[in-house]
């Protein structure tokens, strides 16, 4: 029976590190997974975390279940650095959640539970958007359309036909947004447009859904939470998916976290028992080390200082990588204007590459970039920025 089975296609991102992983020639380089690397090309392990390791091992142990939606100390401080210290939302009763495996864990746990509830709702995703959306909504069974985002001429917000998409999605359906650090564009929405956002979906009577997975790697952890805190101030229902696989270093540790905000008490008790239910025939419950992890940092003032410095000195090095990219395509008459690329925010730059430049870049110089033409800022180093400013200005020309 199983010899029908049909091979499935590679994971348009992480297949494309299972081809560099393969390739032979040493001056390859990756710039496709969003995955931090720091000057010397590798991913460390953060120093806070290493010491947060330490601190557990050497504390008590225990291996039992945890709760079906994990532990409430860290769903805790997971709502403070989303929502803020000072929200009213943390003492409110109106948040339930999950601890999930991951922000795709969260996601997939979100769309079951859409599915089950509002079995009529669609997803309104941005085009262009990461991939795995669409297909962790369709896995669920949730129908997903999208709405305009992008405006390739200006490499910028497309904000006037976004707010116009809204006006005319079903009262009902549920709009997923980034919240910050946007995946593929690294383009996001100002606090005014943020501001023209929220209204819109609210007055459309839309819910909203917040994807965040990059906070910190944009401005700062507060500034990146403008769009979430605009949601916040307008007292609206929100789903929002956290990840702390980036701007902890937690990647293979799978550590996210679902919080879903209600107008009610009573709203977020039923909401909560329906997340349970779906974890329950999922994965039952979630793994505890990374967010044992990241609870041990963000209680501790010395450990979460460390983080801070460190998160810091990685949205300072990517942040002073698209400005040393811009720099060396001019220097070097790289046909263009790339001045854009400064402007994005997050791991990644869109950087216009069409499907046949990113094929000679990866064919004639083992440079990996994702067929979108979306560069993983964070893989170049002084080491390679030369070469790759280089390559793409003879795939270009
Ligand atoms: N959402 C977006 C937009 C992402 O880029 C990622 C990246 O991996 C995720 C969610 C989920 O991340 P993870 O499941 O590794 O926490
Ligand atoms: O967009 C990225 O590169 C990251 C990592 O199926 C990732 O979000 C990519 C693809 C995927 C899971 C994670």
Redesign the pocket.
């Known amino acids: 029976m199983l010899e029908t089975v049909e091979l499935a296609p590679r994971d348009a991102i992480l297949g494309l590190t299972v081809a560099f992983n393969e390739d032979p020639r040493p001056e390859k380089v990756n710039l496709s997974v ?1 995955v931090y690397q720091d000057e010397h090309g590798r991913t460390p392990t953060l120093e806070c975390v290493r010491e947060a390791e330490r601190q557990l091992a050497a504390g008590p142990s225990n291996k039992s279940y945890l709760p079906i939606s994990g532990s409430t100390g860290y769903a805790e401080v997971v709502q403070r650095l989303a929502f803020g210290e000072q929200s009213k939302l943390l003492s409110s009763g109106r948040v339930a959640g999950a601890h999930t495996p ?4 969260g ?1 997939r746990v979100a769309a079951d539970f859409l599915h089950e509830n509002f079995p009529k709702a669609t997803v309104w995703l941005s085009d262009p ?2 991939p ?2 669409p297909s962790i909504f369709a896995a669920a069974g949730v129908p997903t359309k999208t709405y305009p985002y992008f405006d390739q001429p200006t490499n910028s917000l497309a904000i006037d036909e976004m707010l116009a998409a809204i006006e005319s999605i079903p009262a009902g359906d549920v709009i997923l947004l ?1 919240g910050c650090c946007h ?1 593929p564009t690294g383009i996001d929405p100002t606090a005014k447009e943020w501001h023209q956002i929220v209204q819109a979906i609210y007055q459309r009577g839309l819910l909203p859904f917040l ?1 965040f ?2 906070q910190g790697f944009g401005d700062g952890l507060e500034q990146d939470a403008a769009g979430v805190r605009e949601f916040c101030q307008a007292d609206s229902e929100l789903l929002v ?1 956290s ?4 701007n902890f270093g937690l ?1 293979r540790e ?3 976290a679902l919080s879903v905000v209600c107008s009610t008490k009573e709203a977020a008790s039923a909401v909560q028992s329906q997340i349970n239910r779906s974890i329950r025939a999922n994965y039952s419950n979630p793994p505890a080390h990374g967010a044992e992890i990241v609870e041990t940092i963000l209680r501790d003032q010395i450990l979460r200082e460390t983080w801070e410095q460190e998160l810091t000195n990685m949205r300072n090095r990517i942040n002073s990588m698209r400005q040393q990219l811009v720099d060396v395509l001019t220097a070097k008459g790289v046909p263009g204007d790339y001045s854009f690329m400064a402007r994005q925010r997050g791991m990644f730059s869109f950087s216009g590459l069409t499907k046949d430049q990113v094929e000679l870049l990866r064919e004639q110089y083992a440079i990996y970039i994702v067929g979108s033409g979306r560069i993983n800022v964070a893989g170049l180093t002084p080491a390679n920025i030369d070469r790759v400013a280089e390559a793409i200005g003879v795939a270009v020309g």
């Open positions: 969003g991951g922000g795709t864990g996601l958007t990461w795995n959306h980034h995946n994807d997975a990059y998916c990840s702390f696989s980036k990647y799978r550590v996210g």
